[in-house]
């Protein structure tokens, strides 16, 4: 009997089963989830960078060892996806040169700069948070690798977030200049962090498949909405103002009402003019660079040291 | 010199040293030469900043006067900074940071097993706990030295250079001044002279393992045991400290 290899993955789909490496699937399918993770892995790795940039700074020894414990966290989510994409045919130096060369796209968010101390706290806060809105709904993603990448990844994102607003909170009930740092913080990020959704759903290109295909679980306007509403209410706490005027509870929708961003920002910050663009894809790449010959040699060593095993 | 005196200074030296070498190594997060060995640095970086943190707890302590780890490491000068000259150099290059590293893993270990055995509790204690650390770091920058020394022309090329570049501030990890001899009476301190040659031993070993040439006659600096350093301490201190002196009123 011929095995009808595509009903079999439609009815995995549709019984809400993983789908495995070694597993048939459709070709589209395939090419949509190394886009979608490579992505996410050079989102983490480029990640790093912003943060980073507030390591020699963090103002007390807890704040640095919390947040250089994070940057290395999202290092090794990088580290996860880039494993769980290369589960799909694909490898890590193919995925790497496609960042290098800037062919591969990772999250616009981390083109925007890092001006202040409060800009890591709501890093943590906004753009973690909107994240974890994100991999939440990719626990149950239907490729398996990458849900259980992502199981992990949001135990500790859930962790990040926290700390985020914990730097939030020092800082908006701290002196005036704090508070001031943190609400200009919340200023420059809101908007960037609601583009992090995508595009709205009637503009969103790549959503009707991901949704067909259980990769991705609810459309880019839920999942800002259910943003929205959580974090006004943290905001509130914090005593800080959401950049919006028309920001509004909404009873007949049970959420609020709120401003689009900028999507021609949005597209062009995409398409390269962010202040960061340039920078942090140079900063990988001169990483990259300078790591070569540390790459060479440790090649040529193990070659030698399995030599002379061999010879022995 | 009385004993707190004594105490609050080598905690202090302890400190600054552990302290200025993660800051160092720190600019290496997330410029690493590649991920995994990003992610391994990472983590020696934050071994030895939560050593720093420990042992500037307990200057704190000591001092009694209503500072905190964090007064010490934000709020003194370069001068009242007691870091050896060693962990203030610049990164360089890969080879360069490992080879710094290896001198001050190998430095460390036999340091740490030594103060574990202290008189002072709280010394010994957070001694203690390094030991299973700076095993795995010495490990790791060890066999980076290795590779380098023994993998293409150019990875010895820049190991040697390296070494060149940080080899005259080695000596000075193993000077004593009054300090040390307080607490040496006391059974606190470690007697660094004795590590010296433990510590040349392991050093010649490895290094010609790796094939690097040691010059003769190499004048070695010093001047940290009294505060005066390199043009370097300025800078970090200058990057590290600008937060909390820009708002001296703040907690974070």
């Known amino acids: 009997m011929e095995i009808n290899f595509e009903e079999l993955f439609e009815s995995k789909l549709a019984k809400n089963d993983f789908i495995e490496p070694k597993d048939w699937m459709p070709e589209n399918y395939r090419k949509h989830l190394i886009r979608q993770i490579s992505q996410h892995a050079h989102s983490e790795i480029v990640g790093m960078l912003p943060e980073g940039n507030w390591i020699t700074r963090a103002p007390s020894l807890r704040s640095k060892l919390v947040l250089l414990a994070k940057v290395q966290d999202e290092g090794g989510h990088g580290l996860y996806l880039y494993t769980a994409a290369e589960s799909l045919g694909i490898s890590r130096d193919e995925m790497l040169d496609a960042l290098l060369t800037g062919k591969a796209k990772y999250s616009s968010i981390f083109n925007y700069p890092t001006l202040s101390w409060a800009d890591v706290g709501a890093v943590g806060w906004l753009v973690d948070g909107a994240a974890i809105m994100n991999q939440v709904m990719l626990q149950r993603s239907s490729y398996g690798p990458y849900s259980r990448a992502m199981v992990r990844i949001c135990k500790e994102e859930s962790f990040h977030q926290r700390q985020g607003y914990e730097i939030m909170t020092h800082l908006a009930f701290g002196t005036a200049a704090q508070k001031d740092m943190a609400q200009d913080a919340l200023n420059r990020w809101w908007y960037p962090t609601l583009m992090m959704f995508g595009p709205p759903d009637v503009e969103s290109p790549n959503s009707e ?21 959580q974090t006004v209410v943290q905001a509130e706490y914090l005593g800080l103002t959401i950049p919006d005027e028309k920001l509004k509870w909404n009873e007949s929708k049970k959420g609020y009402d709120y401003s689009d961003p900028d999507w021609i920002e949005f597209k062009s910050v995409i398409k390269g003019n962010g202040i960061c663009n340039k920078e942090r894809l140079m900063a990988r ?28 | 010199m009385n004993l707190n005196d004594a105490l609050f200074k080598y905690s202090i030296r302890l400190g600054d040293t552990s302290l ?14 590649f991920l995994e060995e990003d992610l391994a640095l990472t983590n020696i970086t934050l071994d030895i900043f939560g050593r ?24 003194r000068t370069d001068r009242e900074y007691f870091n050896a000259l060693i962990t203030e150099q610049p990164n360089g290059d890969y080879a360069k940071t490992i080879m710094r590293q290896a001198f001050i893993d190998c430095f460390d270990l036999l340091f740490y097993t030594a103060l574990a055995k202290s008189k002072d509790e709280t010394l010994a204690g957070i001694a203690t706990k390094s030991i299973k650390e700076i095993t795995y770091h010495k490990r790791h920058s060890f066999s980076w030295v290795m590779r380098f020394g023994n993998g293409t022309e150019e990875s ?13 501030f080695t000596e000075e990890l193993f000077e004593m001044n009054e300090v ?21 031993k392991e050093i010649t070993e490895l290094l010609d393992k ?4 040691i010059p003769e006659g190499v004048y070695m600096q010093k001047g940290s045991r009294k505060g005066i350093h390199s043009e370097h301490l300025g800078y970090i201190l200058a990057e590290m400290q600008s937060l909390p002196r820009m708002h001296p009123n703040a907690k974070w």
């Open chain 1, 209 to 229: 498949n991901a949704l067909k295909w259980r990769i991705k679980r609810e459309t880019n306007d839920q999942l800002r909405q259910r943003f929205v509403n």
């Open chain 2, 156 to 168: 010895h090329t820049r190991l040697q250079q390296g070494f060149d570049e940080v080899w005259a």
């Open chain 2, 20 to 33: 200025i070498l993660a800051q160092r190594l720190s600019e290496w997060t997330g410029h690493g030469p």
């Open chain 2, 52 to 75: 720093a943190k420990s042992l500037l707890e307990y200057a704190a302590k000591i001092e009694d006067k209503g500072r905190t780890e964090d007064d010490l490491a934000f709020l």
């Open chain 1, 285 to 312: 790449n001169k990483a990259h660079k300078e790591g070569e010959w540390v790459r060479a040699a440790a090649a040529a060593y193990g070659k030698k040291q399995q030599e002379s095993q061999v010879a022995a």
């Open chain 2, 180 to 200: 040390d001899e307080v607490l040496l009476k006391e059974g606190i301190a470690v007697d660094l002279s004795a590590l010296k040659p433990l510590w040349l």
């Open chain 2, 210 to 213: 790796a094939n690097v040439q």
